[in-house]
Every structure is written in structure tokens, then in C-alpha cells.
């Protein structure tokens, strides 16, 4: 059974960096032909996809978030890591990780039960 576990501080302060740790069991984070996503979902709204890191390494993001998101993986660790620059208190919600099979779109199999971060001075 595939695990994912999101780990990180759950509170910010604005203007920081945000940054959250994905550490995955049970299947290797290269494995052909994964990928790695990072999902947040803010109080009162939808899933929003914010970016993944594939098998190879390739990372893809959101285009509304592209600009404070890098996403990176720790292959010996098995892990990988979400950063989000010059958070605001939008910011603020449940993020998720989670794996992306091989299909058409970014479908979603197994997830992590998600880590709350508030974005507060």
C-alpha cells in the first residue's frame, strides 16, 4: 500500500517561505511513470492544484503559483518538498500530497491525509 505523509510547520508568518516535506513509502518516488503533486485546499474552497515533480525529475506548476513555487525531490530520502515564497494569510489551508499515475490529466490515486498551515503574524 502506497503512503504519503505531508510533514511541515503549521503555522507562517507572512512573507516567509512556506515549506512542506512529502516522505513516501512503499513505492519508489522514480518509479516509471509517476509524478508527485502538491494539492492545497484553502477554508470554504476547492482543491487547487499547486505543481508535482515526476519520476524524472521534470517539475510542473500551477501557472497562478508558478512564480512562488519550486517544487524538488530528495530521491535517497524518498521524499518531496514544496516551497511557497511570500506567503500571505490566502495562503492559508490544508495541503496535500499526493501521486499521480500515468493517465491523461492530473488524476490523483493515492493521497496524504494533508497538514493544515495558517499563514498569521
Known amino acids: 500500500q502506497v503512503q504519503l505523509q505531508e510533514s511541515g510547520p503549521g503555522l507562517v508568518k507572512p512573507s516567509q517561505t512556506l515549506s512542506l516535506t512529502c516522505t513516501v513509502s512503499?513505492?519508489?518516488?522514480?518509479?516509471?511513470?509517476?509524478?508527485w503533486s502538491w494539492i492545497r485546499q484553502p477554508p470554504g474552497k476547492g482543491l487547487e492544484w499547486m505543481g508535482a515533480i515526476c519520476y524524472n525529475g521534470n517539475a510542473y506548476y500551477s501557472p497562478s503559483l508558478k512564480s512562488r513555487t519550486s517544487i524538488s525531490s530528495d530521491t535517497s530520502k524518498n521524499q518531496f518538498t514544496l516551497q511557497l515564497s511570500s506567503v500571505t494569510p490566502e495562503d492559508t489551508a490544508v495541503y496535500y500530497c499526493a501521486r499521480n499515475p500515468p493517465t491523461t490529466g492530473w488524476s490523483y490515486d493515492y493521497w496524504g491525509r494533508g497538514t493544515q498551515v495558517s499563514v498569521s503574524s
Open positions: 512503499s513505492t519508489s518516488i522514480t518509479a516509471k511513470y509517476f509524478c
